[in-house]
C-alpha cells in the first residue's frame, strides 16, 4: 500500500504597517489553487511546490494528496475569510483521506492573519490537533520567515531556503520532499534544534560581506555526518508580533545533542557578528550625482521603501519626481501602480498625449503624492508575462491592465496591479530594452539583483519614504518588544 502525503501551500509575507489586506483577490491575482488544481498548476514550476512533484515521481511508494495552493503578494494582514477558507479546505482533505503518513508544507513563515499573529504556527497547532503527533510535518520557509515556538513545536522539521534573491526556491523543497520521502522509507530520523535571536536584520542579501562567515559557517557544518540541514532564517521585521526576529535551525539524523551543539555554534557566531549586521543608503541627491554618461550600462535604482514584495503599495513618486526636478532623462521605471492612469492612458489610446495625475494615492506622508504629467502613450498591454528568473522560472506573472509611458523623456511601466518587479523580463515584455536606458528604477529591494545585476554598471538602494522603508528602525511596534 502507498504512503499518503498531504501537500499544503499557503504563502504570505505580512507587512503590519501597510493598510492594504491579503483578500480572496489577492490570492487569486496569484495563485488561489484547490485540489487537484495545485498539481496541475505546478508541475514543472521551479518553486517548492515543484519541487515537491519532481521527488516524489521518482518513487513509486508514494501518493501525493493536493489540499490548497494559495500564494499573495506581501501586504497587510491575511483576511479571517481567506485564513478559515484554508482551515476548512486543509480539515476537509485530512478526514476525506484516512491514514495519512506525513504532511509536507509550502509556507512563507512570516503570515499574520486577522485573528492570528503566528499565522503558520496556528494552522500547524491546527493539523496537528486534527492528525495527532505522530506523523510527520515537514515545512519548507522563506528565508525571511519568523519562525516562533509554537512552530517548532509542531513541525518534525523546518526547511528555509538559503539566498536572498530566493533563487533556491527549488532546492528548498527539493530537500524538504526528500527527507520527507527518505524518513517514511526508515532510513532517517529527523530531529530538530532551534535559537532564536531578537535581533531585526536589515535586509541583506546572503551574499553581502556582513554575512558572509555566517554562511561559511553554516556551510561548514552541514557538512558533518548525520546532518541533515543547518540553516539561519533572517526575518521579517514589518511584521509586528511577540516573536519577531532571526532563528537558527537544525536538523539531524536522530542525534538530538549534535543538533543542540550546532545551533549553539551557529547561534553564538550570528550574535557575535550582530554589530557589523548593519546597512547604510545614501540620499537620493548622493545617488543621482554619481551617475554618469560614462557608466558603462545601466544603473540601477532599488526603490526599496515602496517594494510591494515587502508590503509596498507601488504608489511612490519620490525618484520620478526627483528625476523631472533635474531634468535627468533615459530612465525607465518598473512599476508605478495606478489602474486609474492605467484607464486613462487606455481610452486615449496608443499614440496620444494624456495628462495624468500619476500615482501617489495612498497616504501622502508615504507616497509623495501625485505627479502632474503629459505623457505619451507608446503601448497598452495585459501585464502578464512569464518569469525566466530562476526563483521562479515558468511562473506567470500578473500585473493587470498596464501602459507603457513616456515622460520628459522617461519611460513608466504602469500598472493595475502591485507586484515586485525582480525579473529583468518586465521591461523586456513591454517592449522596452533594459540595456537601452541610461538608469533602471525598480521597487525591488534585493530580488531584482539575480537578473538585473547581468546588465548593470551600477546599483544603488534608497530608503526613501514608503510602507516598506528597509530600516527597521523607523517603525512603531505595539507587539514586539525587543530592542533593535
Known amino acids: 500500500m502507498k504512503k499518503k502525503i498531504l501537500i499544503v501551500q499557503f504563502r504570505h509575507e505580512t507587512n503590519s504597517f501597510c493598510p492594504k489586506k491579503a483578500d480572496e483577490g ?12 495545485v498539481f496541475l498548476k505546478q508541475r514543472g514550476l521551479r518553486n517548492e511546490t515543484g519541487a515537491f512533484l519532481d521527488v516524489f515521481k521518482k518513487y513509486d511508494d508514494f501518493e501525493l494528496i493536493p489540499s490548497v495552493g494559495l500564494v499573495a503578494s506581501p501586504s497587510g494582514p491575511v483576511t ?34 486577522e485573528g492570528h499573529d503566528d499565522g503558520e504556527g496556528d494552522l500547524l497547532e491546527f493539523i496537528r490537533n486534527l492528525i495527532g503527533w505522530d506523523i510527520p510535518i515537514i515545512t519548507t520557509l522563506d528565508l525571511h520567515a519568523n519562525v516562533t515556538s509554537k512552530m517548532i513545536k509542531c513541525a518534525t522539521a523546518l526547511i528555509p531556503f538559503e539566498k536572498y534573491p530566493h533563487i533556491d526556491t527549488y532546492e528548498t523543497g527539493y530537500k524538504a520532499a526528500t527527507i520527507m520521502a527518505e524518513t517514511l522509507l526508515g532510513k532517517i530520523k529527523p ?10 536584520l536589515p535586509l541583506l542579501p546572503s551574499a553581502s560581506s556582513q554575512l558572509s562567515p555566517l554562511y561559511s559557517l553554516a556551510e561548514k557544518l552541514n557538512e558533518q555526518a548525520d546532518v541533515l540541514s543547518v540553516r539561519f532564517t533572517h526575518g521579517f521585521f514589518p511584521a509586528d508580533i511577540e516573536e519577531l526576529g532571526m532563528a537558527v535551525l537544525a536538523v539531524t ?26 546597512v547604510e543608503y545614501p540620499s537620493i541627491d548622493m545617488i543621482l550625482e554619481q551617475i554618469t554618461d560614462s557608466d558603462e550600462g545601466p544603473v540601477v535604482l532599488a526603490d526599496a521603501s515602496d517594494n510591494p514584495g515587502a508590503g509596498g503599495l507601488g504608489d511612490t513618486t519620490h525618484i520620478l519626481r526627483a528625476l523631472l526636478e533635474k531634468g535627468i532623462t533615459g530612465a525607465a521605471f518598473a512599476t508605478i501602480t495606478d489602474a486609474k492612469a492605467v484607464e486613462k492612458c487606455i481610452n486615449a489610446g496608443v499614440g496620444a498625449m494624456v495628462e495624468l495625475e500619476l500615482g501617489g494615492w495612498s497616504d501622502i506622508e508615504y507616497s509623495g503624492g501625485p505627479l502632474t504629467v503629459s505623457a505619451y502613450v507608446k503601448k497598452i498591454s495585459d501585464g502578464k508575462y512569464i518569469s525566466k528568473a530562476k526563483m521562479s522560472y515558468g511562473v506567470e506573472f500578473k500585473h493587470g491592465k498596464t501602459a507603457v509611458v513616456e515622460i520628459s523623456g522617461n519611460l513608466v511601466i504602469i500598472t493595475s496591479i502591485s507586484r515586485q518587479p525582480y525579473d529583468i523580463e518586465i521591461f523586456k515584455s513591454h517592449g522596452i530594452n533594459p540595456q537601452d536606458q541610461k538608469i533602471l528604477v525598480v521597487k525591488s529591494t534585493n530580488h531584482f539583483r539575480a537578473t538585473f545585476e547581468k546588465v548593470a554598471s551600477k546599483i544603488f538602494t534608497l530608503a526613501l519614504p514608503g510602507y516598506a522603508v528597509p530600516i527597521p528602525q523607523i517603525y512603531k511596534y505595539k507587539k514586539w518588544k525587543g530592542n533593535i
Open 80 to 113: 479571517s475569510e481567506v485564513y478559515n477558507f484554508v482551515l476548512k479546505q486543509v480539515e476537509d482533505t485530512i478526514h476525506n483521506n484516512k491514514n495519512l503518513d506525513g504532511i509536507l508544507i509550502n509556507f512563507h513563515g512570516a503570515m499574520v492573519a
Open 26 to 37: 489577492a490570492y487569486r491575482n496569484m495563485f488561489f489553487l484547490v485540489g487537484e488544481e
Open 253 to 278: 539524523n536522530d542525534n538530538k545533542t549534535l543538533a543542540e551543539e550546532l545551533a549553539d555554534e551557529l547561534y553564538k557566531l550570528i550574535c557575535d557578528n550582530l554589530p557589523n549586521l548593519t
Open 191 to 200: 530531529v530538530m534544534a532551534y535559537r532564536k535571536i531578537p535581533y531585526l
